[in-house]
């Protein structure tokens, strides 16, 4: 007797590729505008992402600051912006995806190109493709032997939006030349149809003070809430934030011998979660008569379960560029930062910034690497883990050697690791050989379970423990399972 099939179809949303890239972006200072160099700032934020046959193409803007010291020796700042356009190739592309792009300014690099400087910019894209897709699997197989269990289907949901933050403060200084910024999402949940983010960004000012340059760190908390019709349950979302625009005012305010700095950010938010959906399904069949070829599919998926946040404190000598010693006085941090990777259990790299201090009366400047290792206690599986730099301090504790101190948030995207497998096609092959005795004794293997004993011996869950009531699973395998076949007339 042949079998009769019955299959499900629903169409559902996944991620199919995750894909990094990286591109030079170059901005041209003239040398009349600009004496040395001493600090460099890139800030870049995405414009546009679309994905064509076989290419995701992103544009974006590039606005970068830079303080120099003039022929006076003081200190001085200069920004400039460059649009730029870009590509990566990947061949699983179509033109219906949906691609979320974060970008970041990853390295600066400075060259003098004759009487100007040039300041060349790694960009880099971390792109998330997502495309709609098919999904069917056996409902039912009359003439078969069905194992069918309740499983959760996923479907991916992507959010993206914008926000602004405002906040000010009064300092301890003349003016501010160079913002510095981070924004970490620390939690993100959704739900009633909106997307509800909560997080802080991580200020630091290179600032003037006394005539010297200082450095200055400040926390901003910020609460966003991006529309999201499809967001109707409770669920925890992943979620990043890349700084867009800030825009730092600094007013002097000669009664109390204090700088009044008002700070506006413009934050891009990009994410997704998933929506889940509980069916039944075939994870597994036989036949009794015949041989059954069994197409199996599977679905990992990673939904975000919530973003555990570290603080750690890291120290220790840096690797410096320039030759330091006692002569040597420090004054400020400028543009710290983490570069990092996943370690086994926790994260590893190091913090760079920008160090100026003063050397026989001229403020000069090299770039310090302090490297680290963070042990993430109690962090299981997780999507992306996020460094920001909240604060550091450096000191000449003997001479020729520089040591540094700073405060990194971390935070960790923590979800879980879900893994479907279904029966997607069914295909009858030869006959099985008829076995005509009345009455066989079956000697199981150890560890069978009611399912695979039952798939041997080609006989359903059912008359196993009808047949064999006093049958306890998994078994051990010294059990003899009794097989009765009724005469057929």
Partial sequence: MSISTQYSTNTFTRRIADIKSQSIVEIRFSGQDAGEIVAVYPQVCLSSCE???GRINYNGRLVCTVVYADENGKLCRMQKGA????????????????ALCTLSGERAQIKRDGSSWLVAVVVGAQIAVYASAERNFLASAEGAVCRTENVKLYTAVTFSGESEVEDDFDCNAEDVLLPAAEALVLDCTCGAGAVKISGEIYLSLLAVRDGKPVSLDRIIPFKSEIACEEALLQRSAFCRAEIKEISVNARVNEEKGKCGVEVTAQLGFAGHYFEEEETSAVCDAFSREN??????AEESVCPSKEIKV??????????????LDYTCAFLAAAAPRAEFARSGDGVEGSVTATLLYEQNGEIRATEVNLPFTVTLNGLGECNAVNIAVCGVNMRQRSE???????????????CLSENVKYVCGVEEGESVPVNDCALSVYIPAAGDDLWATAKKLRQSPQEIETTNPELSFPLTGKERILIYRPKIT
């Fill in 51 to 53: 994905a064509s046959n």
């Fill in 83 to 98: 649009e730029f356009s870009h590509f990566c190739d990947d061949e699983r592309v179509a033109p219906a995806h949906t």
């Fill in 291 to 296: 041989e059954l070829k069994l197409n199996f």
């Fill in 310 to 323: 570290y603080s750690e404190r890291v120290g220790g000598l840096c690797a410096t560029k320039a030759k």
């Fill in 400 to 414: 020729g050697e520089c040591e540094a101190e700073a405060v990194l948030k971390i935070a960790a995207s923590e």
